[in-house]
């Protein structure tokens, strides 16, 4: 099956096939902060902030020691966070995900095989390749339906670009690209106004209050 990215719908099917609530954990943390993969492995119990609603994010791409950036994190995510840490025994350096990259990637792909994704081909718009479901498509869903759903001024762009952690806003412009499924339905969302006005009977234009004129009828009444 071909199509531009997987829906809230299909992440959280996508989830509920993970096994052990590690993984599971690890699914729901990628799908709802769009970090990277290598990002996700390098939390330690430590970086997680329940108080404040976030997460400190090792920022692996800038290139720079000792840099991070923060991220929101919802409620329900952190407190499926705290139900792991307590039941796994974790603490202070711990790293919440202690896997590689490659064992990120079999998880994310015996998930999908278990919820019935394994023939995908996931193509976005704004990317010229195609891939089947693998952990960097969980961020692009996550990039893809911000973009959708809340992306109304370039500063909702910023707020995405944060959150994803670009150096550029230029690459978080290119989850604004939208697939022709997307195209065809604001089409027809915009003719069916349109034609609800052309059925719609015509009405005289509405005329100017005089308010002049009734200003001046009340001083002659008052007289």
């Known amino acids: 099956m071909r199509k531009g990215y997987l829906t809230p719908a299909e992440l959280q099917k ?44 090792p920022h692996l791409k800038s290139g720079k020691k000792n840099d991070y950036r ?41 998930a999908a095989e278990a919820a019935g994704f394994k023939g995908y081909v996931l193509s976005h718009p704004g990317w010229n390749n195609e891939h089947c479901v693998s952990p960097h498509r969980l961020r692009d869903a996550f990039a893809t339906d911000f973009c959708r759903t809340q992306a109304k001024t370039i500063g909702d762009v910023g707020v995405l670009q944060e959150l994803l952690g670009h150096a550029r806003i230029q690459t978080t412009l290119k989850y604004m690209k939208l697939s022709g499924d997307d195209v065809r ?4 969302k915009f ?31 008052a007289k």
Do not use: C
């Open 14 to 57: 996508l989830i509920r096939a993970a096994s052990g609530e590690r993984n599971q954990l690890l699914l729901t943390v990628l799908t709802h902060t769009g970090i990277r993969t290598s990002e996700a492995i390098s939390i330690k119990v430590d970086d997680v902030s329940f108080q404040e609603g976030s997460i400190l994010i």
């Open 70 to 110: 923060v991220v929101a994190a919802h409620p329900k995510v952190l407190a499926q966070v705290r139900n792991y840490i307590s039941n796994a025994a974790l603490s202070g350096q711990d790293k919440l995900f202690p896997v590689s990259r490659q064992m990120v990637y079999y998880i994310v792909r015996d």
């Open 185 to 188: 339905r604001g089409y027809m």
């Open 191 to 221: 003719m069916d106004s349109f034609m609800k006005q052309e059925q719609a009977p015509a009405q005289e234009p509405a005329r100017t209050k005089d308010v002049v004129g009734e200003a001046e009828e009340i001083i002659r009444q």
